[in-house]
């Protein structure tokens, strides 16, 4: 058994979809960064990578390569949980919390579980994400972006 944490955040500003968890939330603006921006995918993968000590999602795909760009962040996961296969790993199972003072994302956790589920092969039972606040604090807590951070236990 191996555990790895992941941490992302990107700051609002862009007209674009906002997608978190693989699922769109709907918003008025979108988050800045490469790929679709994807805050919780991205701690996720992250997380699996440093539970099977294959460096971070900077290293695998490049913000700077222009192949990533507006990539959706779901195939990357994917990608990502087929490296630890090959490399001989498991998933068992991912906590997310995702810091957002604003959308309200209760409504969209049971879709955001089921897509995480699918693309990790594993039950939406083993995919846990909570939403919580920054509680009006720092540039979280004024809404400027989101932050997400992820704990992945893999065998
Ligand atoms: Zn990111």
């Given at each position: 058994m191996r555990i790895g944490i992941g941490y992302d955040v990107h700051a609002f500003g862009e007209k674009r979809p906002l997608k978190l968890g693989g699922v769109q939330v709907e918003h008025e603006e979108g988050l800045r960064g490469?790929?679709?921006?994807d805050v919780v995918l991205h701690a996720i993968t992250d997380a699996l990578l440093g539970a099977a000590g294959l460096g971070d999602i900077g290293q695998h795909f490049?913000?700077?390569?222009?192949?990533?760009?507006?990539?959706?962040s779901l195939a990357l996961l994917r990608q990502v949980v087929g490296l630890l296969q090959t490399a001989g790993y498991s998933v068992v199972n991912v906590d997310v919390t995702v810091v957002a003072?604003?959308?309200?994302?209760q409504p969209y956790i049971p879709s955001m579980r089921q897509r995480i589920a699918i693309a990790l092969g594993?039950?939406?039972?083993?995919v846990s994400v909570k939403a919580t606040t920054s509680?009006?604090?720092?540039a979280l807590g004024r809404g400027e972006g989101i932050a997400a951070l992820a704990t992945a236990l893999i065998k």
């Open positions: 490469h790929s679709d921006a490049p913000p700077d390569d222009p192949s990533f760009r507006d990539a959706d003072e604003r959308p309200k994302l594993i039950p939406e039972t083993s509680e009006g604090l720092g």
